[in-house]
Structures are given as structure tokens and as C-alpha cells.
T-cell receptor, first 112, second 118 residues
């Protein structure tokens, strides 16, 4: 019940295309859903996050779609660029200061 | 804002020695800091949760006597790997949650420390 399942494991997208990464969770106590971007040898950087009271959040080319009834959320990267090539992690946490539970990650490659 | 630093960024040590890694929140106060370990091409695995002024809470399977965590102030937490062995070689990453961020506030990660034990 504590797991966050992420797919696909790897993704290849052409420059200018849309990258879509999906995550699913089971614990209904989760109330915070961030996405992190990690480059090799670096720590994860917070990209965008959403809470269950909204169904979508957009920041620049990055959009989170959230489906509370299905317990799923996804990251959409519009106009994907080679510089977006990285590993993306979804995560979830609940109330009372609990730690983030991470998905297994998706390696995105944007071909030019 | 929300910058977390780690020192050192890279350390190589001999088997049996101890290594200390520092994690600092530079521009905010962090009531809670987390320590993660990441093996190549894998996700982040939570090792322990550290609250300022209290003992760290370790995840199942993490030896508290081997991985000593001290959270002495609202801006500093340290992880000491005692009697390190080659299997402890990994990428260690800390994160900090801002005091004003609320119970489920954003966590900001440090750049990580690459530990290699020979």
C-alpha cells in the first residue's frame, strides 16, 4: 500500500514531441505528489507538485494531471527538448510529515 | 531559494574507516531532514528521517549503529558511515523540508555525495 508504481521505465521522444510518464498509488492518505528531475551524478530537483484538490497543474512546459478516483497522476512534458533528457521520479507523501515514497524512475531520452 | 548543500561531493576511503557527510539547508530552516541512498540506475531508498533535536527514525533494514545521524540544528544534519565496507559504496542524498512548508511541504534535495569504499 506504500508503493508508487511508475511507468514506463524508459522513454524515447523526438524533439518537439510530448513526453508522458504515469504513476499510480494505493494509499489514499497520500496528499502531496511531486515530480523530480535528476541528471546523472546530481541530486533530484523538484520540478512540479500537485495536491489532490486540483486535477491539473501547469508550469511552463510541464503539466501534472491528477485523477483522484483512479489514484493516478501523470507528468506531461510539452515540446520536449534534448536538455530534458534525464531520469524523472514521481513521489507521494502523506500528512504528518511522512517521507516521500518514490517511484522507480523513468529515463527519458529526447532525440534531436 | 530552498538550496540544500552537501559536503563532500565525493569521497574515497579505505575499508574500515568512518566517513561523515554534512547536509545543510542554506536559506531556510528545516525541521525535518531525510537521508537517502541511491545505487546506479535505481530509485532513491529512504534510510532515515531526522528531526531537529531528536533521534533519527531508521527504515527497516538500515543499521542505526552503522549509519549515525545527527540533526543538531535547524540547518545541519550529518550522516556518519562507520566502519565502511565496499558494499556501502553508493550515492548518498539528503533532503530537507522547510519549517514553513507544512506537514506535506516540499522537500528539497542536496546534490548528493558519492562514496567509494576501497
Amino acid at each position: 500500500q506504500q508503493q508508487v508504481k511508475q511507468s514506463p521505465q524508459s522513454l524515447i521522444v523526438q524533439k518537439g514531441g510530448i513526453s508522458i510518464i504515469n504513476c499510480a498509488y494505493e494509499n489514499t492518505a497520500f496528499d502531496y505528489f511531486p515530480w523530480y528531475q535528476q541528471f546523472p551524478g546530481k541530486g533530484p530537483a523538484l520540478l512540479i507538485a500537485i495536491r489532490p484538490d486540483v486535477s491539473e497543474k501547469k508550469e511552463g512546459r510541464f503539466t501534472i494531471s491528477f485523477n483522484k478516483s483512479a489514484k493516478q497522476f501523470s507528468l506531461h512534458i510539452m515540446d520536449s527538448q534534448p536538455g530534458d533528457s534525464a531520469t524523472y521520479f514521481c513521489a507521494a507523501s502523506g500528512q504528518a510529515g511522512t517521507a516521500l515514497i518514490f517511484g522507480k524512475g523513468t529515463t527519458l531520452s529526447v532525440s534531436s | 531559494g530552498a538550496v540544500v548543500s552537501q559536503h563532500p561531493s565525493r569521497v574515497i576511503c579505505k575499508s574500515g574507516t568512518s566517513v561523515k557527510i554534512e547536509c545543510r539547508s542554506l536559506d531556510f530552516q528545516a525541521t525535518t531532514m531525510f537521508w537517502y541512498r541511491q545505487f546506479p540506475k535505481q530509485s532513491l531508498m529512504l534510510m532515515a528521517t531526522s528531526n531537529e533535536g531528536s533521534k533519527a527514525t531508521y527504515e527497516q533494514g538500515v543499521e542505526k549503529d552503522k549509519f549515525l545521524i545527527n540533526h543538531a540544528s535547524l540547518t545541519l544534519s550529518t550522516l556518519t558511515v562507520t566502519s565502511a565496507h565496499p558494499e556501502d559504496s553508493s550515492f548518498y542524498i539528503c533532503s530537507a523540508r522547510a519549517r514553513s512548508g507544512g506537514p506535506s511541504g516540499a522537500q528539497y534535495f542536496g546534490p548528493g555525495t558519492r562514496l567509494t569504499v576501497l
